[in-house]
C-alpha cells in the first residue's frame, strides 16, 4: 500500500482555493448588505460550493492511497474518486513530470496529490488515470508485470 505524502505545488493549490474562498465570503457579505433572499440564497449556495470543493480537495491530499494486488490496481483519492483497475486492462504506464488532472474527470481521471512526478495510466478502453505514487518507477513496473501475467495463455 502507497500512501504519498502530498506535494508543495499541491498545497499551495489548497492554499490559493482558501484564499479565495475567505475573500469571495468576504465581498459576498459586503455586497448582499440588504439584499434580498434570493440574492443571499445563491451567495449560500455558492460558498457552500466552493467550501465543498476546498473540503475535497483537503481530503484527497491527505487520504490518496494505491494499493496493487496481482490482478488489480485499487486507487483512492480522499473520498471523491475511487477506482479499481484491473491490470489486463493497462496498455501503456508512462511517467510524467506534470500532471495535469490531479483530481475530477474530463481528459483523464485524477487520482493525485501532487502536480509533478506522476504516472499517466492508459486503458484499452481509452479511459486516461494520472496518479502520483511515492515510487512511479516501482509502481509502473508492478502494473505492467501484472499485465503480462494477466494476458499470458
Do not use: K
Request: hydrophobic share 45%.
Amino acid at each position: 500500500m502507497d500512501r504519498p505524502r502530498p506535494g508543495t505545488g499541491y498545497l499551495a493549490l489548497l492554499c490559493g482555493l482558501a484564499a479565495l474562498w475567505c475573500l469571495m465570503c468576504g465581498l459576498a457579505a459586503l455586497e448582499l448588505r440588504g439584499g434580498g433572499r434570493i440574492e443571499w440564497i445563491a451567495a449560500i449556495i455558492v460558498i457552500v460550493s466552493v467550501g465543498g470543493l476546498i473540503a475535497a480537495t483537503v481530503d484527497a491530499a491527505f487520504r490518496t492511497c494505491y494499493e496493487t494486488s496481482d490482478c488489480e490496481l485499487r486507487l483512492r483519492s480522499g473520498f471523491v474518486i475511487r477506482a479499481v483497475i484491473p491490470h489486463r486492462d493497462v496498455v501503456d504506464v508512462e511517467r510524467v513530470g506534470f500532471i495535469p488532472r490531479v483530481l475530477g474527470w474530463g481528459g483523464g481521471r485524477g487520482l493525485a496529490n501532487r502536480l509533478t512526478d506522476g504516472l499517466r495510466i492508459t486503458l484499452h478502453s481509452g479511459a486516461v488515470y494520472y496518479v502520483s505514487p511515492s515510487a512511479p518507477e516501482a509502481l509502473a513496473e508492478i502494473i505492467l508485470a501484472g499485465g503480462r501475467r494477466g494476458r499470458s495463455p
